[in-house]
Structures are given as structure tokens and as C-alpha cells.
């Protein structure tokens, strides 16, 4: 299985700012995907993180509000635009690798916004 | 959206006792995936099924795919401290593009 890290681990930021996480994988996939996990919830996903391409969102999540980066196989990025108290969740990386099969995921970034 | 009814939603134990649960759904799926997850970090694979009626054990932890391909189960004998956390089941669908379907999770609490 694939080692994901994301950077930050956690932060707590101010409303209205913005934060990027980052998530490297130590090997080439096919498919990334960045989740939101609200405290005690299960996992939604936000959207597929396209490499060379816009990401492709799913209903209730939209490009302005989560701008999403992924210029190699190994690398995307997840920004939180504009934050509000509502924001504070874990954000979540996954990945699928070159042979498909499952979704492996990263430790999470935990977001406080106050 | 659409999500697995996972049950039950919490569990209290014994050290020593067998768990079980189980993930039901309406639809089809292709792969049934068992995922634990603890604080602060995120999901872990445990077990991945890809074909109906399968069994396959990881340890002392058992999960069979479903025949109808409806539904999956997870089993855990013998609990130890270490398997508290939350266990979530996912399904996946081929034709989903990798978009997997989650259940609501399920809390084991171990009782001292």
C-alpha cells in the first residue's frame, strides 16, 4: 500500500482566511480524493483531484470554496478558501494506486476555525 | 447522499468477547471494503472483498461478502484493548469511477 502524508497535521485558523494542506503519496496512483469528516461522522467525499485538470467536485462542494491542485501522480493540494466555524472537520487525502483496487488514506488534517 | 446502513451504531464489550457487524445496502456492489479508524487518525484498511460470498480473515478479524452482493459482515474474536476505534464498511460499484459508498461507522468501546 501506498505512505501518504499530509502537512499540516492540524491547525487552528481565524474566519475568513484560507488554508492549504498538502498530501504526498511515496508512489505513483491513478486516482486521488479529498474527503471532510465531521467530528463523530463518517467520511463525504469532496472531490477527485484530476491531474492536469480541473477536480471533479460532488454536489454541495464547489470549486471557489475548495480549490484543489494536482500537478503529478504523487502530489495534490486541498485549500479551505474563506473559512467559517462551519469548515472546522478533518480533511482527509485517499488514494488509489497504479494496479486499482482500494482507497488507502492519509492521517487527515484537523481544522479548527474560530 | 446515499449511505450504508451500518449496525450497530455502538458497541460495549468485554475484553475477550467476539464483535460482530454488519453492512447492509439496496444496492449492488463490486467490492466490499473494512476500514478501522482511531483518533486522530485516518481510516485503516482492514479487509477488502471482491467477490460474492467471499470469506476472508485478517488475524482474528473474519468478513464475508455478502452472496446477494448486498451486504457484508465483519467479525472480531477474541477483542483485545487495542481493537477499540471506529470500523466503517464502504462499497464500491464499477461503475462509481473509485467512488466509494460509506456507512455511518461503528464505535467499539471496550469495558475495562
Known amino acids: 500500500s501506498a505512505v501518504i502524508s499530509q502537512k499540516p497535521s492540524r491547525d487552528i485558523c481565524q474566519r475568513g482566511t484560507s488554508l492549504t494542506i498538502q498530501c504526498q503519496v511515496d508512489s505513483q496512483v491513478t486516482m486521488m480524493f479529498w474527503y471532510r469528516q465531521q467530528p463523530g461522522q463518517s467520511l463525504t467525499l469532496i472531490a477527485t483531484?484530476?491531474?492536469?485538470?480541473?477536480?471533479?467536485?460532488e454536489s454541495g462542494f464547489v470549486i471557489d470554496k475548495f480549490p484543489i491542485s494536482r500537478p503529478n501522480l504523487t502530489f495534490s493540494t486541498l485549500t479551505v478558501s474563506n473559512m467559517s466555524p462551519e469548515d472546522s472537520s478533518i480533511y482527509l487525502c485517499?488514494?488509489?494506486?497504479?494496479?486499482?483496487?482500494?482507497?488507502?488514506f492519509g492521517p487527515g488534517t484537523r481544522l479548527t476555525v474560530l | 447522499g446515499q449511505q450504508l446502513n451500518q449496525s450497530p451504531q455502538s458497541m460495549f464489550i468485554q475484553e475477550g468477547e467476539d464483535v460482530s457487524m454488519n453492512c447492509t445496502s439496496s444496492?449492488?456492489?463490486?467490492?466490499w471494503l473494512w476500514y478501522k479508524q482511531e483518533p486522530g487518525e485516518g481510516p485503516v484498511l482492514l479487509i477488502a472483498?471482491?467477490?460474492a460470498g467471499e470469506l476472508t480473515s485478517n488475524g482474528r478479524l473474519t468478513a464475508q461478502f455478502g452472496i446477494t452482493r448486498k451486504d457484508s459482515f465483519l467479525n472480531i474474536s477474541a477483542s483485545i484493548p487495542s481493537d477499540v476505534g471506529i470500523y466503517f464498511c464502504a462499497g464500491l460499484r464499477m461503475d462509481s469511477n473509485y467512488q466509494l459508498i460509506w456507512g455511518a461507522g461503528t464505535k467499539l468501546i471496550i469495558k475495562p
Open positions: 483531484a484530476n491531474q492536469g485538470s480541473e477536480a471533479t467536485y
Open positions: 472483498l471482491y467477490k
Open positions: 444496492s449492488i456492489f463490486n467490492t
Open positions: 485517499s488514494v488509489v494506486g497504479l494496479g486499482g483496487g482500494t482507497q488507502y
